[in-house]
């Protein structure tokens, strides 16, 4: 895991109930109570599911991308082009995180 990588886990797995994992694609994957909130691939991309509606919002803003691989569906992908895009992608993993707690 490179710099940018390991700041972001860094402050994620800060929060309380979070927990890391290999993800199946390689990079690592960031877990709430079971459950995947968003997984990196290095220092480059950041992988998140969202529930259509917010996923739309999250694309009109402009803070990421339709999923670089299934477009259609509700994830969205975040490119890391420096260490600038490290704080957004903790922003965005932090809004799933408040949405699975507010669920429980």
Excluded: T
């Amino acid at each position: 895991m490179g710099a940018i990588a390991e700041a972001i886990a860094r402050e994620v797995l800060a929060w309380p109930e979070m927990e890391s994992a290999p993800h199946r694609f390689g990079g690592v994957e960031f877990r709430l109570r079971g459950r995947e909130i968003g997984h990196l691939h290095g220092d480059r991309l950041a992988d998140l599911p969202f529930p259509a509606r917010m996923r739309d919002e999250i694309l009109a803003s402009g803070r990421a991308e339709p999923h670089h691989i299934l477009p259609e569906s509700g994830w969205v992908s975040c490119w890391i082009r420096g260490a600038e895009d490290a704080a957004n992608v903790v922003s965005l993993l932090r809004m799933q995180y408040d949405r699975v707690m507010a669920r429980a």
